[in-house]
């Protein structure tokens, strides 16, 4: 890559109002250091307490669901670049007028794609009161899976955001495509 494109790629970042990027594997000790982060820079924007609060919950649940929801099997330390690569994921924090965006993305099996997908249309075509009776429906009846998560995250993510979950899923091949998500906070 030219060094020319470091620039060419800080400029897109400015324009957009990228506060934060990461990419690369999601672990336990990148979570709590970008929360830190986005705590720090919050503080720094003078957002009031309620926005950093939404903000701060959001993003805890983005990166959860990044963090739980690597393919185990593509954990080997012995894998080819290529399976390493299915294990990262993208984190972008952008803040646009008075609304802040988290945007994720990662990879994720085609064998589950339609049904997060299916989960998700159905997530957003409730309102606030109905996700928050789905919530407790699904916390009442949901057992923790082998990853240590209830099903909760996207659920959580609608009702904290107050805003519908855009999503798209890119197909990279015959057996992954690549899950984005846009989360929207005012």
Known sequence: MPLSNIYNIYRTME???VLLSFKGIVTSELLTTVLNIMEN???TLHESPVKQKKVFNVLVECLQNLYHHVDPNMGDLTASRADLEKQSAIVLVVRDANQFIIRTGNYIENR???????RLNTINSMNSEQLKCF?????????VSSKGTAGLGMIDIARKSGNKLD???????DQTSFFC???KID
Do not use: G
């Open 15 to 17: 324009e957009e109002n």
């Open 41 to 43: 820079k919050m503080h």
């Open 112 to 118: 589950k794609v339609s049904k997060l997908k299916e």
């Open 135 to 143: 919530y407790q429906e699904r916390l009442n009846i949901s057992t």
């Open 167 to 173: 999503f798209e899923f890119l197909e990279i091949n």
């Open 181 to 183: 998500l846009n989360v």
